[in-house]
């Protein structure tokens, strides 16, 4: 939380409003946002008008002041992911309040190939499954990679000493409860707690590779689901609903500046561009990147 003073009045700005700036300002200085000399934004189709158009919006409210050429893909990428990482780790512990816990937020990304997910729990099992796949080409054949996860930034929290639940009261021992993935003196792996895929556009390839990896996860859990969503700052309807529509795998989408976007879609689109980005919000599939941290305190 910060505070200014505008003549008399004090003005208090909340922390995630403060981290959502900072966040958009990170994403600029990191070369992730950008705006070329021809007016294409970095996250725009240069060959789609509307993508063109709101993406220069978006560049200008976000305050993109200088020109420059789009980074290649995998830098861009990885900034994205960096910044995504940046913003959750400076908002998301702050609300221990509503979910307590030892946390962590981890970026994975490129760093990590294969069963990146296997040294957490609930998919611990995995790593066993790759080393039978190594040393089974017929097994590999088989099961091909779905068993494989590698996301681009991930959230954990620290199993629990007895002496801390036992703090208030005597609630567990050594008799019961043996199996339960919260007591460290039953397992003593981080627990994965959320899975956020970094999109910075949204092509049908990327969409597709989210609900796969989103899949797979459900798939190969052994206990609770971890939350599962996308980030993203693609500008068209169109593509934004082949990722938020529909349900049976990633919780939600989030915009990296909703409000910004819908303004530009008014300004620059349709009324069926308005309608299908208004379904998708009234839907409860498509928020901004500043309901991310509370919503993976649900």
């Known amino acids: 939380m910060t505070a200014s003073w505008s003549g008399w ?23 992730t946002l950008t705006l070329n000399a021809s007016g294409v934004a970095s996250m725009s189709d240069g060959g789609n008008k509307l993508s063109t158009n709101v993406g220069a919006e978006l560049a200008r409210v976000l305050r993109v002041s200088t020109e420059s050429e789009r980074a290649a893909g995998q830098t861009l990428g990885d900034s994205f992911e960096s910044a995504t990482q940046a913003f959750l780790e400076s908002t998301f512990p702050a609300f221990s309040m509503l979910r307590p816990g030892s946390w962590q937020v981890h970026k994975v990304g490129n760093r990590a190939k294969g069963n990146s997910i296997a040294s957490f729990e609930p998919y611990q099992h995995l790593a066993e499954l790759a080393e039978a796949v190594r040393k089974s080409p017929n097994l590999a054949a088989v099961l091909g990679n779905a068993y494989a996860i590698s996301p681009d930034v991930i959230i954990t929290r620290e199993s629990v000493s007895d002496e801390l639940i036992n703090g208030g009261a005597e609630l567990v021992d050594n008799v019961t409860a043996v199996h339960t993935a919260i007591r460290s003196v039953n397992q003593t792996l981080p627990i994965l707690h959320a899975v956020v895929s970094c999109k910075w556009t949204l092509r049908s390839d990327r969409a597709q590779n989210a609900r796969s990896e989103a899949l797979n996860l459900i798939r190969n859990r052994k206990g609770r689901l971890p939350h599962i969503v996308v980030v993203t700052a693609e500008p068209t309807p169109s593509r934004l609903s082949s990722l938020a529509l529909g349900t049976g795998d990633i919780d939600c989408v989030y915009h990296v500046a909703l409000p910004e976007l819908k303004k530009a879609m008014r300004k620059h689109g349709n009324d069926d561009n308005v309608e299908a980005l208004e379904v998708m919000i009234e839907g409860r599939r498509l928020k901004d990147i500043a309901d991310l941290p509370l919503d993976l305190a649900i």
């Open 9 to 31: 009045v004090l003005i208090v700005t909340a922390l995630v409003s403060q981290k959502r700036e900072e966040f958009h300002a990170g994403l600029i200085e990191g070369g």
